[in-house]
């Protein structure tokens, strides 16, 4: 079945209903377990990746539903069989496996693996020789409060050997419904997942990915479950029906309709991590489950999809997020210092940033659920996000704006999609007020971010204002660069050297990151890894300037020497101009590329030279001046170089790149942009 791109366009969903009924011809899984092809064993390379270190021969999946007649409740039941062929030392990773098993907090509801078996296969002696998984290579990893990790690994592993393991999981969470991976980070040769579900519950399933279905069959069954009926005084039986007097408990059988379906993929391409894109998760082939509702016979319909209103409302109630915004008393020594030292709008949100930023370290935790409580997190000065912004939007409401917390999704966390209202896809919580019609985003959690910049984590689509008066869409773009600019000026010696000042100025997001590591460092150790990176240079003196003020450019100035600076032939010196980072390879190194390149800010780099050429030579050549413009104004390149009366040479190199993403169609020319820099710069 084709896919064609969604309205966001950078990846490609397909929402199916549960009554969707497609039927496409059926292809029979090529494993079996414990049966294996010779040819499996012998193959040395994957035709269609010859690169590849593993490749996953099948792995198929199925889930479907019991009823627990001790405990009164329906169960789902994951079978999976998988089997993968190590090609390469590198592929020997493949032989441990990890499988997460999920809990509730109390631990009342624990997911449990049963039935685990596996062998690794291998050639000896022209014959097939299979060792069993062994009980001592498995453990559980008891992880924390809601989530543990069965793991094992296979016996005996060489290049050639083929692994195959398969295991089921009882599970009650039906509401959690598991995601079924087609792709992988090694090719994958047939990937296959079926469910069949009684209509008894409504899942709404979200296909993801840019690798064609092709199986995708969906028809009507039905199921059938042993249910423990019992009636001493007389009660509602499962089906619904009423059963009166004291006989004892029985037996039933009862049939139900259910929908079967299947999805199948095959030759699969590895999906590895690439330069400038969020998090794979965003863009490998895989099947998501929504529950919707459920209506058990015998009780009432019960729905669960969301609303972005309800999750509102929801969050709005929670004791660790929208009651927290109720609690202000703590704060007064910051809301009188404000109120009584500035009266202008801009200076009084100015200085309620920067005095929550003073008081609070940031753990590295990302959550929008405070710890305890903002109360306690200021008291001990540390707190994760939650605790830091949500207090920063306490602050602001008492000082009389109409402040509110934002929910977002981190670029490591994955895409936020608006149709599917999922609360447990968001992990991070901003602060936001409107001035004069515009929303002013404001995360306290680094001292090195100015007012109204987020920190390049944020700058992932979109976030959801939650508040009282409503909920809605904030965009979460930020028009701040990663720009640097680079001032140079050189006297070229006739000993091969070159002496002079190297001044660069960092600004936006790449100040930021600058200011991070001298305070992280000191100023001494900075100034050291700088003359590591350029060891062929003899740095004599080096100043850092405006580290504090984070509204201004941070200035880093060097005086210096550069050795072996130039090329010295009979009476001709040739020398690059361009002596400081240069751009000396192509980040997109793959031929083609199916989703897009996410830079999340705007990028600005400059160098600006001017070289005296010793007495006494002439300037000979100089390259060529050129423009290169990405198409519909997506990005510049400008190389220019001239030449001054007094013996001097100037040169100029600009990159810049107006757009934060770059669609999959617009790949190929992003990457001849680059190579064309590369070619000029060398």
Request: glycine fraction near 6%.
């Amino acid at each position: 079945m084709p896919f064609f791109p969604a309205t966001l366009r950078y990846t490609l969903i397909c929402v199916f209903s549960t009554l969707f009924h497609l039927s496409i011809t059926a292809q029979d899984a090529p494993i079996k377990f414990g049966k294996i092809e010779m040819s499996d064993l012998r193959m040395k390379v994957y035709p269609k990746d010859t690169a590849a270190e593993a490749v996953v021969l099948g792995d198929i999946g199925r889930a479907y539903f019991k009823y627990d007649d001790s405990n009164h409740h329906f169960y789902i039941v994951y079978e999976r069989h998988c089997r993968i062929k190590i090609l390469k030392k590198a592929g020997y990773d493949w032989s441990t496996v990890s499988v997460p098993l999920y809990k509730d907090a109390n631990g009342r509801n624990v997911e449990t693996m049963l039935d685990l078996k596996g062998i690794t296969y291998n050639i000896v002696d022209g014959q097939i020789q299979k060792d069993k998984l062994e009980k001592e290579s498995t453990f559980l990893d008891k992880g924390n409060e809601y989530r543990a990790t069965k793991k094992f690994t296979f016996s005996n592993i060489k290049e050639g050997s083929v692994i195959e393991y398969s295991y089921s999981i009882k599970s009650d969470f039906f509401y959690n419904f598991r995601d079924w991976l087609f792709q992988s980070s090694i090719p994958v040769a047939w990937s296959e997942f079926s469910t069949n579900v009684p209509n008894y519950f409504t899942y709404r399933q979200v296909m993801q990915g840019y690798e064609p279905l092709v199986v995708n069959s969906s028809q009507n069954g039905e199921m059938t479950f042993q249910i423990k009926v019992e009636s001493p005084q007389g009660s509602r039986a499962f089906d619904g029906s009423f059963t009166g007097g004291k006989a004892p408990s029985s037996i039933e059988k009862v049939t139900t309709p259910s929908k079967e379906s299947r999805w199948v993929m095959k030759n699969l391409p590895a999906i590895r991590k690439e330069p400038f894109m969020t998090t794979i998760d965003d863009y490998v082939a895989k099947m998501s489950f929504e529950l919707s509702s459920t209506y058990i016979p015998g009780t009432l319909l019960k729905t669960y999809s969301d609303s972005w209103e309800s999750l509102n409302s929801r969050l709005i109630e929670n004791e660790f997020f929208g009651q927290q915004l109720n609690r202000s008393g703590f704060l007064n020594d910051m809301i009188s210092l404000i109120k009584n030292t500035q009266k202008d709008t801009l200076q009084q949100i100015s200085m309620a940033y920067q005095l929550v930023k003073q008081a609070m370290t940031y753990d590295g935790k990302e959550t929008f659920y405070v710890g305890t409580s903002i109360k306690k997190a200021l008291e001990n000065k540390i707190g994760n996000v939650a605790d830091i912004n949500l207090m920063l939007v306490v602050l602001l409401r008492e000082l009389g704006y109409n402040a509110n917390p934002v929910i977002l999704s981190t670029r490591d966390n994955g895409r936020i999609l608006d149709n599917y209202v999922l609360l447990s896809k968001f992990n991070y919580v901003i602060a936001q007020l409107e001035i004069d019609g515009k929303d002013l985003l404001l995360d306290a959690t680094s001292s090195h971010t100015p007012l109204g910049v987020l920190p390049i984590r944020c700058l992932n689509g979109q976030g959801r204002l939650i508040s009282k008066n409503g909920t809605r869409w904030v965009n979460l773009y930020s028009s701040q660069k990663l720009a640097e600019t680079c001032i140079a000026n050189f006297d070229i010696k006739t000993d091969n050297t070159a002496k002079g000042d190297l001044v660069i100025a960092y600004m936006g997001y790449r100040g930021i990151n600058e200011r991070k590591k001298i305070t992280k460092e000191g100023n001494d150790k900075y100034i050291e890894e700088f003359k590591k990176e350029n060891q062929n240079w003899k740095v004599d003196k080096s100043e850092i300037e405006k580290v504090e003020d984070i509204y201004t450019p941070l200035t880093v100035k060097h005086n210096l020497t550069i050795n072996d600076f130039a090329t010295i032939t009979g009476d001709r010196i040739y020398f690059n101009p361009l002596v400081y980072k240069a751009q000396k390879e192509n980040p997109f190194k793959n031929s083609e590329r199916k989703f897009p390149v996410d830079f999340g800010t705007l990028i600005e780099d400059n160098f600006i030279a001017t070289y005296a050429i010793p007495a006494g030579y002439d300037i000979e050549e100089i390259p060529k001046s050129i423009k290169v413009s990405f198409p519909d104004d997506g990005g510049r390149f400008t190389y220019t170089i001239g030449t001054q009366d007094e013996g001097k040479i100037t040169i100029s190199s600009k990159i810049s790149l107006k757009k934060t993403m770059y669609f999959a169609e617009e790949y190929e020319a992003l990457r001849k942009f680059y190579d064309q820099i590369i070619q000029k710069h060398a």
